[in-house]
């Protein structure tokens, strides 16, 4: 696992709302559940498969083709801090199922360069609460934060984020990924504290 600094935080301001057990981060912490890939905008592919195995693959070529959108949102990570105002841009993730029809799919299983993988219900992707984003702050996104593409899921804690992005497997149901399977919760809601399966 790799950390770097900015995990020590500081009790937040007077009126600002955060969810319960957070405090504000100084600068942007970096957590990875192992080494940092490092993916060329040339290589990269993110490839989308139904749940009757049909592949859809978008290249960096095709992800800017689809309508790209700029985000200022909230981030919460589980080990308690969270980052206020965060601006990024990236292109929602229902333009890249906009031509998929598969009823059956209710869950999403998203896949990481590297191995990572983190499960997230198919509606939390949808209504303009995800996207594929490949800009922080104006600039291109670097490797350490998830670059050159990243899942961006602001509602949930930001393990469910998964860097360096590379495959959405759609699913029937439910099954864990990573951390899910080492006793994190299934949805992750940092307003509901859901931290652990016992949550």
């Given at each position: 696992m790799t950390i770097t600094e900015g995990f020590v935080g500081k009790a937040s301001p007077q009126g600002v709302d955060l969810p319960p057990g957070q405090h504000l981060a100084r600068g942007f912490p970096v957590l990875s559940a192992g080494p940092t890939p490092l993916i060329s905008t040339s290589a990269w592919e993110c490839t989308v498969t139904t749940t009757t195995g049909h592949k859809h693959v978008f290249d960096w070529t095709r992800l800017h083709q689809l309508p790209a959108e700029d985000i200022t949102v909230d981030i919460h990570c589980v080990t308690r801090w969270s980052k206020?105002?965060?601006?990024?841009?990236?292109?929602?993730?229902?333009?890249l199922l906009a031509d998929i029809d598969d009823p059956t799919a209710a869950h999403v299983m998203a896949s990481s360069y590297g191995g990572y993988r983190t499960n997230i219900p198919l509606a939390d992707l949808l209504g303009g609460r995800a996207w594929l984003v490949f800009e922080y702050d104006g600039q291109a996104l670097s490797p350490e934060h998830g670059g050159?593409?990243?899942?961006?899921v602001p509602h949930l804690y930001l393990?469910?984020?998964?860097?360096?992005?590379?495959?959405?497997?759609?699913?029937?149901?439910?099954?864990p990924g990573f951390w899910e399977s080492l006793g994190y919760h299934r949805y992750g809601d940092p307003w509901l504290e859901q931290r652990h399966s016992r949550d």
């Amino acid at each position: 696992m790799t950390i770097t600094e900015g995990f020590v935080g500081k009790a937040s301001p007077q009126g600002v709302d955060l969810p319960p057990g957070q405090h504000l981060a100084r600068g942007f912490p970096v957590l990875s559940a192992g080494p940092t890939p490092l993916i060329s905008t040339s290589a990269w592919e993110c490839t989308v498969t139904t749940t009757t195995g049909h592949k859809h693959v978008f290249d960096w070529t095709r992800l800017h083709q689809l309508p790209a959108e700029d985000i200022t949102v909230d981030i919460h990570c589980v080990t308690r801090w969270s980052k206020l105002g965060t601006r990024w841009r990236g292109v929602p993730v229902e333009a890249l199922l906009a031509d998929i029809d598969d009823p059956t799919a209710a869950h999403v299983m998203a896949s990481s360069y590297g191995g990572y993988r983190t499960n997230i219900p198919l509606a939390d992707l949808l209504g303009g609460r995800a996207w594929l984003v490949f800009e922080y702050d104006g600039q291109a996104l670097s490797p350490e934060h998830g670059g050159p593409v990243r899942l961006l899921v602001p509602h949930l804690y930001l393990w469910k984020s998964a860097k360096w992005i590379t495959g959405l497997t759609l699913m029937a149901t439910d099954q864990p990924g990573f951390w899910e399977s080492l006793g994190y919760h299934r949805y992750g809601d940092p307003w509901l504290e859901q931290r652990h399966s016992r949550d």
